[in-house]
Structures are given as structure tokens and as C-alpha cells.
């Protein structure tokens, strides 16, 4: 099966200094007390990067006798520069979290019961080989679907892929940013990717529609931000609720949710009327102009005052804020878009305001991906499969990612049997009861697998229904995938290594998925035996000295991010069907769709009940740090915001308890109640992630309540099957 491989033999195979290899030596150089040293004990710094969160901030991680000791930002990253949030401060509580799986699991009894008995690898291996090869042979291989997240994920994505399945899917499209990947795709030619190319820190005016910055930490994003503004950039937020932002902001737009379409239009129907637009930009690199002005001639700012609530004068003034700061207008596209289920056309209507201010490819405005040229893992062509997905990306829904796949999609095909019947489930890096939503529509579909397996660090309430539950190693006890990021200014690329060895029986993800690969007789997809030999293909045409990238843990190129510092190798600058930004978009049109976005009035509110929004809090990230105990410790409950005007006719006081009811009847945990003048009196407010269901959370179990709970309703997105979370409403139960 192979030996493990520990952090210590990676570190000997990479060829770094003795000294990182025999610290605690007091012979030779080490007794002078170099760099590293505490007094008279030798400390082991290990670069590394964060999995607190998605954002991957350079970590430095300080080691004494294979204990991490604590973690500091590495000034060495060129994006984070050595800033590290609470999160990622708290990552050892990660690696020592007593909660942690510690070894394989069977299940036994019934499923949901989470009952288990313990095994070897050796004996979780053999089961689920025999199981795979079985549902291969009855079922096809499309009958399994695999659900990932995160980085370390690609590993297992190339095990099913081998194994002959398509069916893939994670939340970051179908639940979070695919909307606005689609949309920007279908007016510049290509989406955004991560982070965001957003040139914060030298814009002149900054735009946030729904996005909470200050409160969705990400390291050098935020401290991008707060240069911009420092540097006197003007700032508009949109947004129902007073947010961080809000409260630094020039203008708040208190908009009435699920109407930003309409404000977006009526911002064009100024910068075309009152001919405030970039003129030559939009000669130059755009097309479909004529029959834009002609679309939004009608949408006013009158108009959108009645369907917004926003003072017309307010929206024809921030549009002229903006003509008076073009080309850098930093018009954020957001993360988490997936709001109405007319998601991917709001991402359009955002596009064509950055393309009309000449934002696209211009300092202070969106900035421009570098390519750089990385190394290939030189692998057999994955088998073809020989059903269509089941999801449906690419038919039901024609712009969906094949790549990322729709995970509510695969949930669907399971609970329907339609194209055909899903039997098996493997998870990998999410929670799929917290992450998607309709979570009584999971469980059903569940219940029908023949198979589930999930891999994880933490028993999440998903273990519970598991079949098979497999440990893996933190993300400081292993390897992973280096990150290419190419939507920076200065592209780079950044290591992930392990500090130290894992703990218990916990393996790497990495490990794990090349021992499934040679159990399935699939072992060539694998061409390399160590993370020393894998990451030494994928960095070889860059001329990195490996030694080099292992200490620092990141190394940049340079990078050209602007339209002026264009080479002709980069090619168009909108590589779209007409070569050109595309206003009109010709695509939608052949799907039928509508070629401009249009807004579709939402259903209000029913009567005694409030909007459900939701959001992030700088101290956690999604629903997966709520066990950390030094998180815990600054945040140990989500609390329920709710207007002072709304308050005061419920009889409502601050801090008094609450149950959450939804349009369905689905009741949350209790909850606090927040009462607040920032916040409109429609809606009601709740940071995600809490409110676990789990009892081996030792400290998230029924902390707060659950905003998934509450998400029993969707309006799916039929451009790319995204799911439109802000559709439920709530009402306040009091004892």
C-alpha cells in the first residue's frame, strides 16, 4: 500500500537546510544561536499557507519538538505581506481541536444514527474499492457523484475523473460566485477568478452591491480597501443592511432587496443620457452600445425610485459620482452572488456599468490576469463517460460549469433517479447539509444512496449519514496543491506544506487519493510518488528553485494588469465570440434569453414576516470554524438583526431569545435578537454557520441558529443553475 510519508521526509526529499531537519542540537552553528532560536531553544519556522478560510494568506509556522507552537503572516507573500487575520491566528486550535476525526470509520445501524465502528486503512480501502468496482460494473461509473471544495480537492477530482465519473460538483458555483464568473464571462470573454482583480487600492471611487467588506475577511483585500480609502477614494455601498462598509461609506443605498437590477439600469440610463461614459473606450473595445442606450432609455431614475426606494436624485447622483472618477471606478463584482435566482443577469448589468465607465483593464478599475507558464502532471486521457451529466450542466442548464458542476443538480438527479439513478456520494471539503440549501431535500436524497463517504477533519452533522468516514491530516500535517494565482497583479505561486506530521490516524488528502488510485488499478493518473516530485513537474517552467519556493512559501512574477502594459501574446482584450466587449450579448440571445439584463420583480414579504439575508463575520468562515475554541471565544453565537421600528411592534427587546419560522414552518434553534437602526424593517439578518447539529462539536452543537435551516424555498437560476438563496422569509416566534 505503500508507507506513509511524513512532513519530516518531504522537508530531507526537497533538499532544504539541515538546520530545518535537526533542530534542538546544540553542536556546531546551532549553539551561535542563528535566526530561529528562543532563547536557548531552536525553533523550526515552516511557510506554509492558511486553510481558515479560501483565501490561502502566507503563513509562517512556528514548530518546537513537532508542536506548532503558533502561526505569524510571512511578509514573504505577495499578497497577504505578513497580515494574518483571527482566523488564521486560531489555526492551531484546528490542529489540536480534541473533536478531530481521528482514525477510519464503518457504519453501523441505521444511517443518520451515527453509530460507527473503528477500522485500519487498510479496511476502509478494501470496502471502498470493492464498493466502487461494483457500482461500476452494475451502475456506470456516472452513478457516482463526488462532491469537493477547496484546494486539496484536485487530487480526489483527478481519482473520479479516472474512475470514469462527471459528475462533479462544489458550492463555490452553484451556491456562491458562478453567477457572476458567468456574467462577466459573457461581456468580457473571461470571469474573474480568485482573488478578485479588483484594483482597490488606487481607485478613486469604490462600489460594493452586497459585499461585506470588514466583515468577510480577506487579508489583502481588506487592507487594499482600507488604502483606497485612506487614499481618498469615495465610497458607494449598496446594501439593505448597515454593514462595516456601510458605516465608512459616502453613499448607503438602503436598496429594497431584489431589486439591484433595476438600480443598475437606471445608473446606465445616466451615463449613456446624460453622455457621461467613456466615449472612446467604448468605440475602441466594445459592441452592442447602439441598442444598450436604446434598452435602458426607459429606465429612469424615477422609475427605479419606486421599485428601489432610493431617492432618484441619490441614484442619478452616484451615477455622476462615478462619470466623475472613470476610468477608476473599483466596481466590486461580489463573491457570494447567488441571491434571486436573476443572478447571472445582475453580474451582466454590472459588467456593462465597469465596461461604460472604461473600468475593465484600467488602474484603479478591474485589473487584468498574467498568464504564466506551470508544468503538467503528463497523465492518460481521463475515459470518456457515457451518460450525460446529471446535474445538468451544459442542458437544463447551458451555461453551467462542467468544471464545477451544480451540486442542487446532482441533489435533484438523486432524489428524481432522472437522467438516470445517482447511488453513490463521496464528499471532500464541504458540508453538503450546511452548504447547500433545502436541507430536507438533501436528506431525502441521501436516504437513496447506496453509498456515502466522507472525508473530512471535523465530524460535521453530514458524518452522521456516512457509510464510510475518512480522517484527513489538517491542513498544516499536509501537502497540497500549490496555488497559481494569476488573478493578482503580480501573478505567483504559493506552497502548501505540512509543519508537522499528522496526527492520530489522519492521512493527507493527497495520500488518500493515490492509495484509492492504485486499489482501482488506476495508478498512472498518479505518475509520481512523493509531494517532492509532484510539485517539482508543476513548477519546472517557471524556473523556480524548489529549495527557494519551500522556504520562502511563495514566489511572484511580474505582472501586466493593465491594458497599457498589454503584449501582443496576451491577446484581446475581450476574447468573446466578436472579439469585443459584448453590451449586446449575442450568446443569450441564441439560448433565449434576454441579451441585456431586465429586471423581474421579486415576491415581497408575506405579512408579519421578514426577508431572511444573511452574511459573514470577520472571525469565522462559513460553517466550519464554529469549533475552534479561540474562536468560539470571540464569537460563540450568530444573533438575529432586526429593525428598532420592526422591534418595538413585536414588543422585542435586545438580547431576548427567539425562534426562527419560516414560510414552510421550519424552525431555527434559538436565537438572540439584535435590535438595530441598520437594518431595513423588511428584512431580518443572521450571520451563516451556525446552529450545528452535530454532538461531537463539542463546542458548535446548537450554538446560535442555522440560516440553511430556514432555506427551504430556491429560485434557481436557469442560465447556469445557480441557487437564489434570499427567496425565504421569516417570522419571530416569542415564548
Known sequence: MGNKLTRRDFIRSSSLLGAAATFGTTAGKAAEHPPGWRGATRVETIATNCEMCFWRCGVLAEVVDGKVLKLEGNPSHPLTKGRLCARGNAGPKLLYDPDRLKYPMLRVGARGDGNFKRITWEQA??????RLTELKQKD???SVAFFPHGVASTFFHTLMRAYGTNNIAEPAFAQCRGPREVGYALTFGHGLGSPEPVDLEEAKLIVLIGTHI???????QITAFAEGLARGAKLIVVDPRFSTAAAKADWWLPIRPGTDIALLVAWMNVLIGEELYDKEYISK???????LAAYVKEFTPEWAEVITELPAAKIRSTARAMAAAKPAVALHPGRHTTWYGDDTQRARAMAIITALLGSWGQKGGIFLPTEIKTGKINTPAFPQPKRERADGAGTRFPLASEEQGVTNGLVDATVSGKPYPIKAWIVYGQNVLQSIPQRPHTLDAISKLDLMVVVDVLPMEQTYYADLVLPEATYLERYDMPQIALSAKQPYIAIRQPSVDPLYESKPGWWIAQQMARRLGLEAY??????HEHLEMLIKPLGVN???LLTQGAVAFPGRPYISERLPEDGPLSPTQSGKIELYSPLLKQLGFDPFPRYVPVDDPPVGYFRLIYGRAPVHSFARSQNNAWLDALMDQNSAWINEDAARDLQLSDGQEVVLENQDGAESLPVRVRIT????RDCLYMVHGFGHESRRLHLAYHRGASDTELMTRVKVDPIMGGTGMRVNFVRVLTS
Open 140 to 142: 456506470g461509473s456516472e
Open 125 to 130: 480501502f478494501d470496502f471502498l474499492a470493492e
Open 285 to 291: 473595445y466594445a459592441q452592442g452600445f447602439s441598442e
Open 546 to 548: 524548489i529549495d527557494t
Open 214 to 220: 470588514g466583515e468577510n475577511i480577506f487579508t489583502s
Open 526 to 531: 498518479f505518475p509520481w510518488k512523493t509531494p
Open 677 to 680: 437602526k441598520g437594518i431595513r
